[in-house]
């Protein structure tokens, strides 16, 4: 349902220290740079990165949420990304009452430098933790131990940095029931505001689609992958957070606002090496390599593609928004793309209805938690075969 009115800005911050075992996503990387510390080729980045800010054409809209994403955002200097946001504030103006929202590895930083982020505006932290297990983190690549990931909390705590949410990954090699328990307890302890919960995910190209064809041993079975996402929904809701998406936990009021702009089908910019935006109709990513990446804005920083069909306008509204609990409205898509095809959708979630998997409540169509959110894949496959 996009508007052609953007208030949300995702920054994309390539660098890392290692690349993980099963990451995919486009990044640099720059070894031991840790704590602040910069190289030559995050300073050159982050001038081409502004350049890009500038170039690009604006609504006047001023920015409600602005997401720092990498690669490991807390590699740059304070004075790097004030930077940033000095530039956005100057091309867009940034709402009083954003949301500035950056992820963090533990082991990249220290109290000065994470103050220094606070003092620069940023509201919100996402730490990236992903096991509690030392060998879990080995067997995956992190860089970090156990050890830094209560030292960075510890760090969040001491400067007061209640809205932080925590990344937790299940079906790890070698990781069991028991294991993932600990896992999930360990972080209700920390009291985090938020949690996100991923299910490995084995990408060609990445060293884990070298090493492993899907359902291969050490990586548990498909059947214990189930039980830890049925595991995380109960532990977690008994504790107190609201399941509100798919992979998301949250406290009250807690809620991503940023990745609600994404799933909501909301317009949004991009910048950075192979970032995604979507705006005035067009879906756009990015360069994902350096050298093309800085030729792209070096060229004027053109965006050259087709505007998203009515159509493919639905189907991402279907895709996207069904992966919150509170799901679509009905009505508003009716409105926008005709009662018809809204009956047809009916239609082909019909079995899924009969099956529990999908309800309608309030003229809002919505998966069921956990069995409809489990199995969205097969319900998202069969609207797209359908449609």
């Known amino acids: 349902m996009t508007s052609g009115s953007a208030s949300a800005v995702y920054i994309h911050i390539p660098f890392c220290r290692r690349r993980c075992f099963y990451c995919d996503f486009p990044i640099y990387v720059v070894g031991n740079t840790k704590r602040g510390e910069t190289s030559g080729a995050i300073s050159d980045y982050v001038e081409v990165l502004c350049q890009e800010i500038v170039t690009v054409q604006t609504n006047n809209?001023?920015?409600?949420?602005?997401?720092?994403?990498?690669?490991?955002?807390?590699?740059?200097?304070?004075?790097?990304?004030?930077?940033?946001?000095?530039?956005?504030?100057?091309?867009?103006?940034?709402?009083?009452?954003?949301?500035?929202?950056?992820?963090?590895?533990?082991?990249?930083?220290?109290?000065?430098?994470?103050?220094?982020?606070?003092?620069?505006?940023?509201?919100?932290?996402?730490?990236?933790?992903?096991?509690?297990?030392?060998?879990?983190?080995?067997?995956?690549?992190?860089?970090?131990?156990?050890?830094?990931?209560?030292?960075?909390?510890?760090?969040l705590q001491a400067a007061q940095i209640s809205n932080f949410s925590i990344d937790l990954i299940s079906g790890l090699p070698h990781q069991t029931l028991d294991i993932w328990q600990q896992s999930l307890e360990q972080a209700i302890k920390i009291t985090p505001m938020h949690i996100s919960i991923y299910d490995l995910t084995i990408e060609p190209g990445t060293a884990f689609g070298r090493y492993y064809q899907p359902g291969d041993r050490p990586l548990p079975t498909d059947e214990t992958t189930v039980k830890m996402y049925r595991m995380a929904q109960e532990i977690l809701t008994n504790a107190g957070y609201e399941h509100y998406e798919i992979s998301n936990y949250a406290k009250p009021g807690y809620q991503c606002r940023h990745n609600r702009v994404y799933w909501e089908n909301r317009d949004y910019y991009g910048f950075g090496m192979g970032a995604a935006s979507y705006y005035q109709g067009k879906r756009f990513n990015r360069p994902r390599k350096t050298k093309e990446y800085y030729a792209w804005v070096n060229d004027g920083s053109i965006i050259d593609c087709e505007i998203t069909t009515s159509h493919e306008v639905l189907l991402e509204t279907l895709m996207l928004g069904l992966r919150l609990a509170e799901g679509v409205n009905l009505q508003i898509l009716a409105a926008q793309f005709g009662e018809k095809k809204i009956e047809e959708v009916l239609q082909v979630l019909q079995p899924y209805l009969e099956k529990g998997w999908v309800q309608v409540v309030d003229e809002r169509l919505q998966l069921l938690d956990p069995d409809g959110f489990l199995f969205s894949n097969v319900v998202l496959a069969e609207l797209f075969e359908k449609l």
């Open 61 to 155: 809209k001023p920015l409600e949420t602005i997401f720092f994403g990498g690669g490991t955002p807390s590699l740059l200097s304070t004075q790097q990304l004030q930077g940033i946001l000095e530039v956005l504030d100057g091309k867009f103006g940034i709402d009083k009452f954003a949301e500035i929202s950056m992820e963090i590895d533990p082991g990249t930083f220290d109290q000065q430098h994470l103050q220094g982020y606070v003092n620069a505006g940023v509201n919100r932290i996402s730490l990236g933790v992903q096991a509690f297990q030392e060998e879990l983190l080995q067997a995956c690549g992190r860089f970090h131990s156990v050890s830094d990931i209560f030292t960075a909390i510890d760090l």
